[in-house]
Every structure is written in C-alpha cells, then in structure tokens.
C-alpha cells in the first residue's frame, strides 16, 4: 500500500513569490494534517481536514496560507506571497479518523525563501 | 487546554545502555499519547500509542512507555540502546477522542546520540 504522497521534495523561491504543496493521503483515510516544521523543533499543526471540512485551522496564518481539499481526497497548501520566515518543512499527515489513531506522515516539502 | 513539554533537547548514551526519554503533558480531559521517531531525512514514524487502555505500552523497536496520570508523564525507555536508535524524538498529546475539537500537539523533540 502506498504511503501518504507529497510533492515537490524541495523548492527554492525567492521572497514575495506564491509556492504549492501538494499532498495525496492514504487511501480510505479521512482525515488530513498539514504540519510545518521548523529546524529543530517539533511539528506545528497548521489545518486539519475531516473529509472536506477544515475543523481546525486556528494556526493557519490566514492572511497568506490557504488550503483546500475540493474531493476529500488529495488537498493543497499555498503560500502567497512567501516571506523569508516562511522557509521550513511542510509535513502532510493522514489518519483513519481524529483523535486516537495513528497519523502516517509523508516525507514532506524542504521549503526556502531566498 | 493542553501542552506537552519533552525535557532534554538532547540525550546521549552508550551503546548497549538503557534509554530514557522524557515526557510530561497537560490536559484537560484523559488525553491520547503518542512517541514518533524522526531518522535524518526520513518521515516520521510512531513508536507506540497510548489511549486509556494498558498504561504499560510496547511499542517497535524495543522502546515502551508508562502511563503515569498521578505524574502527567509518559517517558520512552529502551533496555539497551542500538546505534540504529540515533534520531529525533517527539511526544505527541491529542483529544479529546473522537472530537472534532481534539487538538494535537507535538512536543519539542529530544535527539538521541548513541556512543560507540
């Protein structure tokens, strides 16, 4: 069985250009995470999908990140315009459903802005 | 509201010594936790999971975890540690179960060095 699929691996923008992350879950999964994780810390959630739904999305910084998961399935991560503390890993996680059950991480997008 | 703190940012061992990593949360209501393991440039991996059933969890690998509510501590030990254990290591805290309010939150990390 295929694990959770992201692309691209890495990508190297300059300051005030958009960028994309994208991010196909396993199958049969419902729910997504998007995670940013910055050198040498621990995964901060950014969105959390139940399906279509966003349910959390509290530490998405809103006015330059969006997301969205149209079919339930694979979902998008942008950033508009990308600022230089924006360079980090974007981890795309999926699970059988919220709360107790085990998230299988993708290996994520080595993001920098130059 | 809850949080999660890992205590060391970095612990170093001999090979063939016992692992300690350690972990306290907070939490409002009987929380799930979870241990992941990150190798350099690899994806994380889950250790083991707790979620109210046996406090004592085993988990890949060799490593388990207690339960201890009266402490709010869920620490990862391993009996003997191998050279391929050097990684990064997160406490994950999330609930309520079954919630869609359930939050997540990963602790710091802790870089485990194992010495020759």
């Known amino acids: 069985e295929a694990g959770v699929v992201q692309s691209p691996r890495y990508k190297i923008i300059e300051k005030k250009q958009p960028v994309a992350f994208w991010c196909n879950p396993i199958?049969?999964?419902?729910?997504l995470y998007w995670y940013r994780q910055n050198l040498g810390q621990g995964p901060e959630l950014l969105i959390r999908?139940?399906?279509?739904?966003?349910?959390?999305d509290s530490q998405l910084p809103k006015d330059r990140f969006s997301a969205e998961r149209l079919k339930g399935v694979d979902s998008t991560l942008k950033i508009q315009p990308a600022e230089l503390g924006d360079s980090a890993v974007y981890l795309c996680?999926?699970?059988?459903?919220?709360?107790?059950?085990?998230?299988?991480f993708g290996p994520g997008t080595r993001l920098t802005v130059l | 509201a809850q949080s999660v703190t890992q205590l060391d940012s970095h612990v170093s061992v001999s090979e063939g010594t016992p692992v300690l990593l350690r972990c306290n949360y907070s939490?409002?209501?009987?929380?799930?936790l979870f241990w992941y393991v990150q190798h350099p440039n690899k994806g994380l991996q889950l250790l083991l999971k707790?979620?109210?059933?046996?406090?004592l969890v085993k988990g890949i690998n060799g490593f388990e975890a207690e339960f201890k509510k009266s402490e709010t501590s869920f620490h990862l030990t391993k009996p003997s540690a191998h050279m391929s254990d050097a990684a990064e290591y997160f406490c994950?805290?999330?609930?309520?179960?079954?919630?869609?309010?359930?939050?997540?939150?990963f602790g710091s990390g802790t870089r485990l060095s194992i010495r020759p």
């Open positions: 939490s409002s209501y009987s929380p799930s």
């Open positions: 999908y139940e399906n279509e739904e966003a349910v959390d």
């Open positions: 199958s049969g999964h419902n729910t």
């Open positions: 996680a999926s699970s059988l459903e919220n709360g107790g059950n085990e998230q299988f």
């Open positions: 707790y979620t109210s059933a046996a406090t």
């Open positions: 994950v805290v999330s609930g309520p179960e079954g919630s869609s309010a359930s939050k997540i939150i």
